[in-house]
Each structure stands twice: as structure tokens, then as C-alpha cells.
């Protein structure tokens, strides 16, 4: 049975303790959603129809390690042979206000799915396998429509970063347009205002890591998003569909979300990347990759002699779109980086001092050693150099 792939001994004992008590535990949302696709799922969540209350006096009496995460939220994190479950209580929303919601509970399962975001989110398995799934979840996942459940505009209000959800999930699960979902996301953008900007990069880097990530971005400049999340508002310039068609070869080489906000944005991706508080490391790349996307820098010599990181030269492998670029990223992957023999203690023995003058004939050395593919020895450096300087007295 599909259920068997989120059944273990552990948790058929917890279901013993609250079946106890008059309460059940049932698995829900995107695990369900997951192995009724076929996919393995990441997490797998709970919910019941024990009160969080009720559930820490199961916990305690029962000796079972558990952690308040989200109590206020009806969340508690309970730990099982090392391995973290999220068991939620029943609940629906008493008032929201546009991201966070105050939750009352409940002791009715189909109003616990009534409030969650999309159809294919809003299913409930037992422990025996029964499916829950009054708003034909299942039947979007096998035409891969993502919907919201109910009133698409209602669903929004109550948390506006569903706006950028549903982008994402389409790109996972399928791109049919449900044309109502559409429409109330297009009026209601400017609630995007209100989400943190971190939230915004997380889900935009999501999207842009999934499949049709570049048409995705099409859509939203398209359906007028840009401007409630800080995207330009001439989309891609003049030549919109040459970006999109590039970003989107560039995804067949990488998923990497910076490298193909580099590839849409070019030397916009560093400054939105900024607005939306992208890591220091996340904003480093992507400006090194729009300076090094237009240099004929050789990918070997940047690891080799300038000392970047393998990854970092990767990304650019895939920017670049240079002929075998596939073939190059494989080599790159495994490519033992040869170390560069001379130093400064060389050079001093040589008449060198410390500074500027002895940083420039290293400078000056490794690019020798690169031309020659990194042949050179040593020896064969240093007698470079000295010729050099017998040249040059």
C-alpha cells in the first residue's frame, strides 16, 4: 500500500498512545501529496484531533521526546528513533492578517483541510491507507493543476506569500493554468508588498530551481508581480524572449537560483539579490559571474591561478554556453587542480623583496605556468624568471 511508505514501528506505537486517550493521528499535506505522486517524500507531518494540550500529556505520560516548535500554532515537534515529525492539531483560522494566522482548534478533520492553501496540499491518509480528499487533490496532481482550495482570493488574503507558492508548485507539479487562481493572483499582488524579503528570495530561489523556472519569471513580469517584489519593471529588456531561451538552456546545465538570475538579470541579479537580503556569499556570486561571464578567461586558469572555487567556476561553465559545456562541467567536477610550485621564499632567494614588485612577478609567473598547461616546474620558473631578469637587468 502507498501508506506503507510512510508507515514505521515507531509511529504505529504513538498512534497506539492517542488512540488511548479517544484521539487519532493521521498523515497529511505534502507527504501524502508526495507518495500518492510517486515522489519520495522529505518530511512527513501529522496532524490529530488532540488538542496541543492533549498531545504534551500523551508526550509526557509516555516519556516521548518532543519539542515545542509552534505550540501556539497547534505545532509540536516529536522525536522518534532520531528522526523529527511535525504533529499538528486539528485547527482552522480565527483571524488572519495576510501571513500570520490566530488558530482556534477543532475536532473536525474536513475543516482542518478546508483551511490549507492548495487541493493537492489538502489530503489526509490514515494509518490504513484511506484517503481524505474532499476537494480533489488527487485529481489535480494527475493533471498537474495546482489550485487553490476554495476561493482562490480568500486563500490569498489569509497569507500573500501563496501568491509565489503557487509559481513554485506549479513548476514542480505542472503547468496548467487554472485561469480563476490566476486572476485573483494578478489583483491581489500588492499584498506581496507585506512579505519579508527573506521569504521572497526563498521561494523565488525555489522557483527558479525548478522546471520552466525562466518561464515562470515570464509569467510573473507578465501578470504585473515585478513591482510588488522588486524584479525590474522592463522585464528583460529589449530582447525578452533571446533571455528567457538562454536563462532556460542555462537551466539545463545548473539549478543553481543565482546563476540564473545572472543569466535573466545580468548586472541587475547582484543588486535585486540584495534587496531581497540574499546571503553575502549568494551576492558575491552573482556578481563575479557577470564579470566573468563576458571575459575570455580560461575556466581552468581561474581555478588554477586565481584561486576560485570549483563550484563558483562551474556556475560559469553553464553561463558561458560555450561549445561542450557539458563536457567541460563533468571534467571540471574531477579535475585535480594542479598547485602553482613557486612562492615568495623563492623569490627572496632570488633578490626579491617583500611588496608590491614581488607580487607582481608571482602574478607574472603564474600566468607563464597556465600557458604552458601548468607543464612547468619549479626550476623551470625560476630560470624563466632569471632569463627574464638578465633581459631586463
Given amino acids: 500500500m502507498t501508506v506503507n511508505k510512510l508507515l514505521n514501528t515507531e509511529l504505529l506505537t504513538l498512534r497506539t498512545l492517542f488512540q488511548a486517550q479517544g484521539w487519532d493521528l493521521r498523515f497529511v499535506g505534502g507527504c501524502v501529496r508526495d507518495v500518492m505522486s510517486g515522489k519520495e517524500p522529505k518530511d512527513v507531518d501529522l496532524h490529530t484531533d488532540a488538542n496541543p494540550l492533549e498531545q504534551v500529556a500523551i508526550y509526557q505520560a509516555a516519556d516521548v521526546h518532543y519539542i515545542e516548535t509552534g505550540l501556539k500554532h497547534g505545532t509540536v515537534t516529536v522525536v522518534l528513533n532520531n528522526v523529527a515529525y511535525e504533529i499538528t492539531s486539528l485547527r482552522q483560522d480565527a483571524e488572519t492578517d495576510g501571513r500570520h494566522a490566530t488558530v482556534a482548534y477543532t475536532r473536525d478533520w474536513y475543516t482542518d483541510l478546508e483551511r490549507r492553501d492548495f ?44 501568491i509565489l507558492r503557487w509559481f513554485r508548485f506549479r513548476g514542480r507539479f505542472g503547468m496548467v493554468m487554472n485561469y480563476s487562481d490566476q486572476r485573483a493572483i494578478e489583483k491581489l499582488a500588492p499584498g506581496l508588498q507585506s512579505i519579508s524579503r527573506e521569504r521572497v528570495w526563498s521561494e523565488m530561489s525555489r522557483i527558479l530551481a525548478g522546471d520552466n523556472g525562466p518561464w515562470l519569471m515570464l509569467e510573473m513580469h507578465q501578470g504585473g508581480l515585478s513591482q510588488y517584489i522588486d524584479l525590474p519593471h522592463d522585464s528583460f529588456g529589449p530582447n525578452q524572449m533571446d533571455a528567457i531561451d538562454f536563462a532556460d538552456d542555462v537551466a539545463e546545465l545548473t539549478r543553481n537560483p543565482v546563476t540564473l538570475m545572472v543569466a535573466l538579470y545580468g548586472e541587475q541579479a547582484a543588486y535585486i ?14 556578481t563575479w559571474l557577470n564579470v566573468q561571464h563576458g571575459s575570455m578567461r580560461r575556466l581552468q586558469d581561474l581555478m588554477a591561478v586565481d584561486g576560485v572555487r570549483r563550484d563558483w567556476v562551474m556556475e560559469l561553465a553553464a553561463l558561458r554556453q560555450e561549445a561542450g559545456t557539458v563536457m567541460v562541467r563533468n571534467m571540471l567536477a574531477v579535475w585535480t587542480v594542479p598547485v602553482f610550485p613557486v612562492n615568495g621564499n623563492d623569490l627572496l632567494a632570488l633578490g626579491y623583496r617583500a611588496g608590491p614588485v614581488m607580487g607582481d612577478v608571482l602574478r607574472y609567473l603564474r600566468d607563464a605556468w597556465a600557458k604552458s598547461d601548468y607543464h612547468m616546474t619549479r626550476n623551470d620558473l625560476l630560470e624563466f624568471q632569471k632569463s627574464f631578469q638578465l633581459a631586463n637587468p
Avoid: C
Fill in 119 to 162: 487541493r493537492f496540499n489538502a489530503m489526509s491518509m490514515g494509518f490504513d491507507g484511506d484517503l481524505m480528499d474532499p476537494f480533489d487533490g488527487l485529481s489535480n496532481l494527475q493533471t498537474g493543476l495546482v489550485q487553490f482550495v476554495g476561493d482562490p482570493a480568500q486563500r490569498i488574503k489569509e497569507d500573500y506569500l501563496r
Fill in 273 to 286: 539579490l540584495t534587496k531581497w537580503h540574499a546571503s553575502s556569499d549568494e551576492i558575491r556570486l552573482a
